[in-house]
């Protein structure tokens, strides 16, 4: 088990019984984190503008690219990315007059992982 920003990454073996959130109450600083992720995902205009990165063609999006599918304005859809970025999900870098933005796995692995259920405890 390897552990990245605080909790851990779990292996095939380890997932059965393991998940974070079942095996140990998370740290004010891991739940502060957190939060702000799952703040950042739970707008819908945001968790679109994730998946579009997500599954565009090549994993990176120019913001001139993700402007089209909403019926907000460009400052608006600029915010947004903002705070996917500062919630550590999506990174980011200008080229020339655009700026083009990707999904950061880890991140998306560390929330994944967090929810995740040992399949003994899931009831039908």
């Known amino acids: 088990m390897s552990k990245q920003g605080g909790l851990p990454v779990l292996g095939q073996d380890e997932a059965a019984c393991c998940a974070p959130m079942v095996r140990e109450p998370l740290g004010e600083a891991d739940a502060a984190e957190l939060a702000k992720m799952f703040k950042a995902l739970a707008d819908p205009v945001r968790l679109r503008l994730l998946s579009l990165i997500a599954s565009h063609e090549g994993g990176e999006a120019c913001v001139c690219d993700l402007i089209g ?19 550590g999900l999506v990174g980011s870098e200008r080229r020339g007059t655009w700026v083009y933005y990707w999904v950061l796995p880890p991140a998306l692995e560390r929330l994944s992982a967090l929810l995740q259920t040992p399949a003994a405890t899931v009831s039908a």
């Open 69 to 87: 599918p909403f019926d907000v304005s460009q400052p608006t859809i600029s915010h947004h990315l903002k705070v996917l970025r500062e919630a």
